[in-house]
């Protein structure tokens, strides 16, 4: 199983980003999916997840900013991040729920 996020880059505080997570392998389906950031000098914390029902969860700093989605047709999960802040800038990954399956990471900076 291969995971690869994309969609980072630099933003203005405001803004807003969409990533994508796409994942190669036959799971995606019938799996809970999350976001997980980590900030310099901070620990990894889960910012979103994503039952195979749709069921969602946000962590408390990012709740009615970000939504989290998922494509099972595509095999696709999103982050949709609105009114984006400079405490959000952070490396963002991409997970399934407890297992060692983690994509590669993606830089979200935010900053004027």
């Known amino acids: 199983v291969q995971l690869q996020a994309s969609g980072g880059g630099l933003v203005q505080p405001g803004g807003s980003l969409r990533l994508s997570c796409k994942v190669f392998g036959s799971i995606f389906r019938y799996n809970t999916w999350a976001w997980h950031r980590q900030a310099p000098g901070k620990q990894r914390e889960l910012v979103a997840s994503i039952t195979s029902s749709h069921t969602t969860y946000y962590s408390d700093s990012v709740k009615g900013r970000f939504t989290i989605s998922r494509d099972n047709v595509r095999r696709t999960l999103y982050l949709q991040m609105n009114s984006l802040r400079p405490e959000d800038t952070a490396v963002y990954y991409c997970?399934?729920?407890?297992?060692?399956?983690w994509g590669q990471g993606t830089l979200v900076t935010v900053s004027s």
């Open positions: 997970n399934m729920i407890n297992t060692t399956y």
